[in-house]
Nanobody
Framework: QVQLVESGGGLVQAGDSLRLSCTFS????????MGWFRQGPGKEREWIAS????????YHADSVKGRFTISRDNAKNTVYLQMNSLKPGDTAAYYC???????????WGRGTQVTVSS
């Protein structure tokens, strides 16, 4: 059974940076595509970034492109989300997810809260 544990959230000011981490266990990490999602107060869960098993390409939502970067370290079974130039609108619970093939996401973490004050 795959387990995902996010860390690195916190309370920051607008313009600050944070790096989120998600540790994967239970299966072979390098076989899974990984993604980050977020859900702000009163909003639906939103996809923000994903990266395939081989890291050849990464994808980012327009809302975070140029500010957030997804990456992974297969040796450490970890996926990261580097978040720069944070805005109050980035306030949300951030979740990582894993999928064995393209399509639906199979596994989810419990999330880490990011709060950006103005």
């Amino acid at each position: 059974q795959v387990q995902l544990v996010e860390s690195g959230g916190g309370l920051v000011q607008a313009g600050d940076s944070l790096r989120l981490s998600c540790t994967f266990s239970g299966r072979t990490f390098s076989s899974y595509g990984m993604g980050w999602f977020r859900q702000g107060p009163g909003k639906e869960r939103e996809w923000i970034a994903s990266i395939p098993w081989n890291s050849r390409l990464s994808y980012h939502a327009d809302s975070v492109k140029g500010r957030f970067t997804i990456s992974r370290d297969n040796a450490k079974n970890t996926v990261y989300l580097q978040m720069n130039s944070l805005k109050p609108g980035d306030t949300a619970a951030y979740y990582c997810a894993a999928r064995f093939t393209s399509g639906s996401w199979d596994y989810w973490g419990r999330g880490t809260q990011v709060t950006v004050s103005s």
